[in-house]
């Protein structure tokens, strides 16, 4: 009964790589969101959907890329992988944009 | 223009002793305050809320804010600290709705 899923927990890859991590949510939210947290904890917000909408889109490298196919799920997909991608991915939904906002568990990408 | 400011990044206590995390943010509109903690390698959970409500908001875990307008302050207490209490710690504000605005976070550690 895992509230927001991501897959995989762990991503070890080679620099220029291409890979997805995908994130679910079961709480039947309209708003979904991916963070990138730093090595030393910081938290940047990269994208947020609302009703499959793109609504936020940060500075972010155009080699990221979300898709979200339904309300339940926002993934991420990651082209020609840098080293400076190394980081842990959190995805979280909310219901609406002023509530509080439901975490997944994150994945750690390290990128060799 | 919103932003928040966690105005430790490290906070150590004894165990058994109060704790008090500081967190002052800037808001143009009305303000919906969060704080989050996540333990080591796992996601972000959510302690607490203010939504505009009572001023004096409590949490999971024994933990209390209160939201202070005249100050811009949310800081978060705890009467006795716990060694499950060792985490990191997340101020977050919205207003306007797009987005939250994260702290820089704030490790506690708790001594025994």
């Known amino acids: 009964d895992t509230a927001v899923s991501q897959t995989p927990k762990y991503l070890v890859t080679q620099m220029g790589n291409d890979k997805s991590i995908k994130c679910e949510q079961n709480l039947g939210h309209d708003t979904m969101y991916w963070y990138k947290q730093d090595s030393k904890k910081f938290l940047k917000i990269m994208f947020s959907y609302n009703n499959k909408e793109l609504i936020i889109n940060e500075t972010v490298p155009n080699r990221f890329s979300p898709k979200s196919p339904d309300k339940a799920h926002l993934n991420l997909h990651i082209n020609s992988l840098e080293l400076g991608d190394s980081a842990v991915y959190f995805c979280?939904?909310?219901?609406?944009?002023?509530?509080?906002?439901?975490f997944g568990p994150g994945t750690r990408l390290t990128v060799l | 223009a919103q932003s928040v400011t966690q105005l430790d990044s490290h906070v150590s206590v004894s165990e058994g002793t109060p704790v008090l995390l500081r967190c002052n943010y800037s808001?143009?509109?009305?303000?919906?305050l969060f704080w989050y903690v996540q333990h080591p390698n796992k996601g972000l959970q959510l302690l607490l809320k203010?939504?505009?409500?009572?001023?004096l908001v409590k949490g999971i875990n024994g933990f209390e804010a209160e939201f202070k307008k005249s100050e811009t302050s949310f800081h978060l207490t705890k009467p006795s600290a716990h060694m499950s209490d060792a985490a990191e710690y997340f101020c977050v504000v919205t207003s306007t709705g797009n987005q939250f605005y994260f702290g820089t976070g704030t490790s506690l550690t708790v001594i025994p």
């Open positions: 979280a939904s909310s219901q609406g944009r002023r509530s509080e906002q439901f």
């Open positions: 808001s143009s509109y009305s303000p919906s």
């Open positions: 203010y939504t505009s409500a009572a001023t």
